[in-house]
């Protein structure tokens, strides 16, 4: 993913459906330590929102597992 891309990825992290965000969560994992400082802060922000604004089982998992494995 470049630089380009990367807004995409934060917009999804917006969306309602969960199974979008969950994938997020996990392409964050992936691509994490390739990022620049201040994207990272952003995927932060993003888990952080996603973790605590969406109900869903699977987002919540995910979410939760990218925080800790990044030690955000």
Sequence with gaps: MNEKQFPYLLK?????????????SKTI?????KLTN???VKCKDALVKMLNSCEDFDVKFYCDRAIKNLKM
């Excluded at 994992?29 to 330590?33: C, M, P, R, S, V």
Aim: charged share 30%; hydrophobic share 35%.
């Design 12 to 24: 999804l992290s917006e969306d309602p459906v969960p199974n979008i965000k969950f994938n997020v």
């Design 29 to 33: 994992e992936l691509i994490y330590d």
């Design 38 to 40: 201040s994207n990272k």
